[in-house]
Structure formats: structure tokens, C-alpha cells
């Protein structure tokens, strides 16, 4: 079981950034393929980015996202980051960080997952 905590969600105005960290206790996270997802309120979750595990460094965005945010992973591969900027009211949301050691998977139906950090744009 993989236990992930997610930090850095807020109440920001439209054209600012913020970063989200995904942390985590389990020694082999570089061994897991990270993702972001989110969840306005009334909608369903929806795909934001992923990352590729292990030294790779393959990314995919949802294309509302695309050229604003940036997944990313420190060296020691322990948190997993989401780098929001030009944020906008759409981007409200509660996000979540999950892991899957499957590429596809981490994509659509990812194993683990954390419990979520709000994020809260104003206009």
C-alpha cells in the first residue's frame, strides 16, 4: 500500500501560480508512474498529468492544462510536484496525487491515491 499526502493547494487569484507536492513514506515511489488528477465540485475527477516512473521522464497533460502546468519529480524521487501557473477560476478544484506502477494505468485508474488539497482560483 502506498500512502500519499498531498500540500501547497490555497485560495489564489486568476494569473497566479502555485506548487503541489506529493509526498510519501515508500521508498521505491521512483519505482511508480505519478499522476495529478482533480475534481470541481458537481463534476467528475478528471486527468491533469502524468509521469513516467523510474529514470524516464515521459509527461502527458490534459489539454486544458497544457503549457500552464508541469509535473515534475525530485531527484531523490520521493515527492512529486505540480507546477500551476497562469491559473485561472476554471483550474478550482480539489487535486489529488495517485500512483501506479502501470504507464496506462496511472492515466485512468491509478492504484493509490492521496486525499486531495484544494485549490481555489478567484476572478
Known amino acids: 500500500q502506498v500512502q500519499l499526502d498531498e500540500s501547497g493547494g490555497g485560495l489564489v487569484q486568476a494569473g497566479d501560480s502555485l506548487r503541489l507536492a506529493c509526498t510519501t513514506s515508500e521508498r521505491t515511489f521512483n519505482l511508480y508512474a505519478g499522476a495529478w488528477f482533480r475534481q470541481a465540485s458537481g463534476k467528475e475527477r478528471e486527468f491533469v498529468a502524468a509521469?513516467?516512473?523510474?529514470?524516464?521522464?515521459?509527461?502527458i497533460y490534459a489539454d486544458s492544462v497544457k503549457d500552464r502546468f508541469t509535473i515534475s519529480r525530485d531527484n531523490a524521487g520521493s515527492t512529486l510536484y505540480l507546477q500551476m501557473n497562469n491559473l485561472k477560476p476554471d483550474d478550482t478544484a480539489t487535486y489529488y496525487c495517485?500512483?501506479?506502477?502501470?504507464?496506462?494505468?496511472?492515466?485512468?485508474?491509478?492504484?493509490?491515491w492521496g486525499h486531495g488539497t484544494q485549490v481555489t482560483v478567484s476572478s
Open positions: 495517485a500512483a501506479d506502477y502501470q504507464w496506462n494505468a496511472v492515466q485512468s485508474a491509478p492504484d493509490f
Open positions: 509521469l513516467s516512473r523510474g529514470g524516464g521522464r515521459t509527461t
